[in-house]
């Protein structure tokens, strides 16, 4: 009897050992380690070797709410696939698949909603928002880069480009990068030329103008209104193709072109030629003025 | 005294089946199932009908560090509002999301993210990130899927670029290089909410690349395509009007129809840069008659 007892007591310990089951429910004061047995955290889930998940999370019906597999990819209600974190959904039927909340204040850009960084966390490119409840200014998404002028693990400070809402115009996208001296803040290319793109716009060309946000100015007057005139009739104009590209244009070849036109980089800016075109008009009117006055002399000494 | 292994071991059991607590250390070097006895990962927690929260890690607080819903969603620090759902406070110096699996330049071998369709990987749209330790060829690179990558593909059709430069940084709107002009017709369009092409654009001066280096099959406009532009700018019919979409200002210019085929572009709009270069022929003919005119009045005087 006794050596019956014993045996159950035995055979009871090494089930234990085997496979232990809890119908209620388990509480664990101290640490707890699943496949090891040194936690070194408050829940360690230590992989062994076979093992294709570390961490499931499943609904009900046994299917899979969160992954975590054994190269530390996890996906939310998917396998994971190529992606560090793989995320199920459907925005169709109203579901957002990431939602950020650290968002800055419109007084502050402390830090960054996504940070873009190198494979060791440095050279953090990053997106801010910034979010203001009470007007429609000052909300916006900023995008920076990292540059060497920054830090290795600090965030990219070189201001890029921004959407934003403004007071006036409701909402728009402000390419707004550094105050350094730059070749372009927007350059739009074509498939196969830099800076060969085409703009479609209502309003296209609209430069600020205020004269409180110009200084050193000059009124042009006769000396550059002629220089103009020399300079539209020394443009030699061409057609041309772009290499690379079949559509046949019509336009001038920056080498051949006037320094006043010239941006320096290999682009003829059209705020000067338009600019030059206007000082020429007004130059030609002024010769119209003056042979009419002529004629009208001529006419009267011949009567 | 053999009693009392006996009643320990059956005390054991008892806090097993009804409510069992370690209040030391639990290790357990096989697997762990939590609401299933079959676990399908090294550690399981199943869900049940009546689980508001089916896992979740707890700061010293209480509140939820991570927490998965029976929804299937995932917070940070918070309830989760979406799939994902990450708390924090940039103004307190939290940084919600940080990617690390950027390109050193010039390498672009994979994406930082990428958004997909209807719970798979089909039509992914992608960021790519790449990092210099340099100031120059840091950039971020918008990327859109089309039907010409296959449907499982992350999109190729690079269109839009963020990019630092030796002297400060650019946007950089770029279609894949190797496609041509006449596949994509556009490549910025500015609207206003009410109309396509119907924004505006503010800036300090706008250039055309011009060298010859770049260009192709060049040949010179003579006195021939001086006197067309002349007739061209002649037949201009300036209109006032305003854009049917919205209620914006009156404006004044020209209606597509109407215009010479000169400054006529192949995607239906009228190009200013045509425009501006027909009135420069135009005037260069001008002032060549004016300077004749000039000359024989000179004779007549």
Redesign the interface.
Known sequence: M?LA?WLS?FF??IQASA?????????????????????RA??E????VA??????????D?S?????DRSAKAG???TP?G???D??????AG???????????TS??????????????????NI??RATGTQSAGNALD?Y?????DAVYS??S????SLQGSTT?????H?S??T?????????????????????????????CFSDIKHDLGRLEKKEREAA?AE??A?????????G????R????????PASIR?GR?????????LN?EL??QA?QG??ER?TA??TH?ERRGR | M?IL??LA?LAF?QT?????????????????G?G??S???????????A?SS??Q?SEVDLSPAVR???????GLS?A?????????????????????????YPATSNY????GY????LYRHS?R?K??????S???TFSVWNAADASTAIGTREVLV????S???????????????????????????S??????????????????L????????GPE?ERQAYEDVRALRHVGFR?KAGKGRK?RGLLFEEAPA?VR???K?VS???R??N???A??G???E?AE??KE?EG??
């Open positions: 006794r007892l007591i009871l310990a496979q232990t089951r809890t119908s209620g429910d388990a509480t664990v004061t101290g640490a707890m380690g699943a496949g090891t047995l040194t936690p408050a829940l889930i230590g992989l062994h093992d294709s998940y570390a961490l499931k999370v499943s609904s009900p046994g899979a709410l969160y992954l975590l939310l209600g998917v696939t992606a560090r974190l995320v199920s959904g459907r925005a169709d579901e957002v698949g990431l939602e950020l909340r650290a968002g800055n204040s502050s850009l402390t830090s960054a909603q996504i940070a873009f960084g190198a494979a060791n966390g440095a050279y953090r490119h801010r928002s995008f880069l990292w540059t060497s002028s965030l990219g070189s201001y890029v480009m115009t409701l909402l728009g996208v390419v990068p550094s350094q001296s730059v070749t372009a803040e927007l350059v739009v290319s074509s498939g196969t030329v830099y800076a060969g793109g085409i703009i479609l716009a209502a309003d296209a060309v609209g430069a600020p005139q539209l009739l443009l030699r104009p061409v057609s041309f193709r772009y290499k590209d079949l559509l046949e019509k336009g001038f070849v920056y080498e051949e072109a941006d290999g682009a003829i800016v059209l705020d000067e030629r338009l075109l020429v008009l030609a010769r119209i042979l002529e004629l001529l | 053999r292994p006996l071991i059991a097993l089946h009804a409510q069992s607590i370690f209040d030391s250390e639990l290790w357990v070097s096989s697997k762990t939590v299933t006895s676990p399908g990962a090294r550690f399981e927690a199943k869900g049940t009908s689980t089916v896992f890690v998965v819903g029976p929804d299937g969603t995932l918070t989760s509002a979406a799939r994902v759902t990450v708390s924090g406070a940039a103004d307190a110096g939290d940084l919600a999301l940080e990617l690390r699996g950027g390109d050193l930082q993210m990428t958004a209807a719970g798979g990987t960021i990130s990092h210099a330790t340099s100031v120059s840091n950039s971020l963020l990019l630092t430069h002297t400060g940084t650019t946007a950089h709107v770029l279609p894949p290089a190797g496609a041509a002009i006449s596949t994509y017709t556009l490549q910025l369009i500015v609207s206003n909410g109309g396509v092409g119907g924004g505006t654009m503010r800036r300090k001066s706008e250039g055309t690349v011009s060298s010859a770049i260009k192709d099959g060049i040949r010179s406009l395509a854009y404006q000169t572009t192949p995607e709009s200013v840069d045509r501006l270069l009135a420069e022929l005037a260069r001008l002032l060549r004016l005119l000039e009045e007549l005087r």
